[in-house]
């Protein structure tokens, strides 16, 4: 669905520099720090910024050559950017009638009811949640092949990220060969939903691991100095001092708990992917 | 298109109040005004309503996700010119039949082949100046555009001024203008015109797109 190789965008401090793969059928996380790339990737993809080098495929056409007929297969939902506020749903449902050849409009209204989305409120009347729920069913209405979701839960509690990730898990289901990319700053909202994370970090790829490996088999081991000392840093990816001693971050939990008994492991967690690796002192 | 259209109807017919007071001040002003005006004000005021649709788009970081739709640069700019001319030629109707409505009241005559000259060549104009108005707004935004489009809306004042001083330093290019235009028929006149017109605009046009391509969102 995606490509993207040595995808290169230069700004006056930063760059963003990165390879990725999102096969069909396949919901990949985009993880990483403010600033550290991840909406100047989602930006590259859709072709909303000019890239200095490298290639980015959609379905297998470069990303500059995208009819309006390939983009109709692709929902997207932005953190920051919607339809205008002057707008109402209802005016929303009419263009969208007249942008997407195959837009449920049946599906659409019986999300806003679900969702309690008033259909005559102006947008710029609407709550962070309702804003974010608008855009997520604007994104999932039209039978897309592709959804790109910059922070969808961004800024929301827990009743409406749920509801939104109930949404795209229900699409999921119905369209099991669509693929998703989703960026956030919730680790557990894509513990649940990713099969896949990529930790982007200062415009670079850190880490890409499958989800359930991170679960499984990362962990957060935490050391006095002495012991650190005599421990094995093979599988350590990355390690920060604390008041009590050490913490490692490694990606075999398992080989230190078989070898240092009496050590404390705790779960790994895409949260302490994101601390470990960009803040820690990596191997 | 069609999606972008129907937004910037739902986006205008937001604005039913102003069209309300813009009508009535049409009617107020075709009793005092001569009738090219009020075609031109009416029409004038549908273009810049038109050419206003870009800030709401800009608005609030709207460029992205319009920019993520079924939509590319030259489909964008090409519904803004499409847009601005319906308005443009609502309006110049609309104009022309107050016109008529207002010298029915007043009991004038009128002579609907002036009307039809009147319309033809104010909506020209008015086009014209309104085209040059998107390129505008698409380069510098709502807030720069605003300074840039008054600068050239000076610079077209101070030309035409300084085109009125010419006869009096040195009449002999006016008056060769003048004397070359009246030995032509007045559709001539008006083909050529509307052609130098199309041109302006097709100009325009490439221009509007060729800065759509370079922007980033």
């Given at each position: 669905m995606i490509h993207i190789e040595n995808l290169t965008k230069n700004y006056t401090n930063f760059t963003l520099q990165l390879s990725?793969?999102?096969?069909?059928?396949?919901?990949?996380?985009?993880?990483?720090?403010?600033?550290?790339?991840?909406?100047?990737?989602?930006?590259?993809?859709?072709?909303?910024?000019?890239?200095?080098?490298?290639?980015?495929?959609?379905?297998?056409?470069?990303?500059?050559?995208?009819?309006?007929?390939?983009?109709?297969?692709?929902?997207?939902?932005?953190?920051?950017?919607?339809f205008s506020g002057y707008l109402t749903v209802e005016n929303v449902i009419d263009i969208l009638k007249n942008m997407y050849h195959c837009f449920d409009e049946p599906m659409f209204r019986q999300l806003c009811q679900v969702l309690n989305l008033p259909l005559d409120k102006k947008i710029k009347e609407f709550s962070t949640g309702m804003k974010a729920k608008l855009r997520v069913v604007t994104a999932i209405t039209h039978n897309a092949k592709l959804l790109i979701m910059d922070e969808p839960t961004?800024?929301?509690?827990?009743?409406?990220?749920?509801?939104?990730?109930?949404?795209?898990?229900?699409?999921?289901?119905?369209?099991?060969?669509?693929?998703?990319?989703?960026?956030?700053?919730?680790?557990?909202?894509?513990?649940?939903?990713?099969?896949?994370?990529?930790?982007?970090?200062?415009?670079?790829?850190?880490?890409?691991e499958d989800t359930d490996n991170i679960l499984e088999k990362y962990g957060l081991m935490k050391v006095d100095a002495e012991r650190y000392e005599k421990l094995d840093k093979s599988h350590?990816?990355?390690?920060?001092?604390?008041?009590?001693?050490y913490s490692c971050f490694t990606d075999e939990k398992q080989y230190y708990r078989e070898n240092y008994p009496g050590i404390v492991i705790e779960k790994g967690s895409i949260d302490d992917l994101i601390l470990m690796m960009t803040k820690g002192e990596t191997a | 298109m069609k999606g972008l259209l129907t937004k910037d109807f739902h986006i205008i017919s937001q604005n039913h109040r102003y069209l309300l007071i813009y009508v009535l001040c049409s009617f107020g002003l075709s009793f005092v005004l001569d009738s090219e005006y009020v075609v031109g004000y009416i029409a004038m005021l549908m273009g810049i309503m038109g050419t206003s649709t870009i800030s709401y788009d800009e608005f609030d970081n709207g460029f992205p996700f319009l920019m993520s739709l079924p939509v590319d640069s030259k489909t964008y700019v090409r519904e803004k010119f499409l847009?601005?001319?319906?308005?443009?030629?609502?309006?110049?109707?609309?104009?022309?039949?107050?016109?008529c409505v207002t010298s029915l009241i007043k009991g004038e005559t009128f002579v609907f082949s002036e009307i039809l000259s009147y319309m033809v060549g104010v909506f020209i104009a008015i086009n014209l100046l309104t085209c040059c108005l998107i390129p505008i707004e698409l380069k510098y935004g709502a807030e720069k555009g605003r300074v840039v489009m008054m600068v050239f809306y000076g610079f077209i004042a101070a030309a035409a001024l300084l085109l009125t001083k010419i006869p009096t330093a040195d009449g002999i290019l006016i008056?060769?203008?003048?004397?070359?235009?009246?030995?032509?028929?007045?559709?001539?006149?008006?083909?050529?015109?509307?052609?130098?017109?199309?041109?302006?605009?097709?100009?325009?046009?490439?221009?509007?797109?060729?800065?759509?391509?370079?922007?980033?969102?």
């Open positions: 990725f793969d999102l096969p069909e059928g396949k919901v990949s996380g985009l993880v990483g720090k403010n600033g550290a790339g991840k909406s100047t990737t989602i930006k590259a993809i859709l072709g909303l910024i000019k890239r200095n080098g490298g290639k980015v495929e959609v379905f297998g056409k470069d990303v500059s050559d995208m009819t309006a007929a390939d983009k109709e297969n692709i929902g997207v939902a932005l953190s920051d950017s919607g961004s800024g929301l509690d827990i009743e409406a990220r749920t509801e939104i990730l109930d949404i795209l898990r229900d699409y999921l289901v119905k369209n099991d060969d669509c693929s998703i990319l989703i960026t956030s700053h919730i680790s557990s909202d894509l513990e649940g939903l990713c099969d896949d994370i990529y930790l982007i970090h200062d415009g670079k790829i850190l880490i890409h350590i990816l990355s390690t920060r001092k604390e008041s009590f001693g | 847009f601005c001319l319906l308005l443009e030629t609502v309006g110049t109707i609309f104009g022309a039949a107050l016109i008056d060769t203008v003048i004397k070359g235009l009246n030995s032509l028929s007045p559709a001539l006149i008006g083909t050529i015109a509307a052609v130098m017109a199309l041109l302006i605009i097709c100009g325009l046009y490439l221009l509007s797109v060729s800065i759509m391509n370079k922007k980033e969102f």
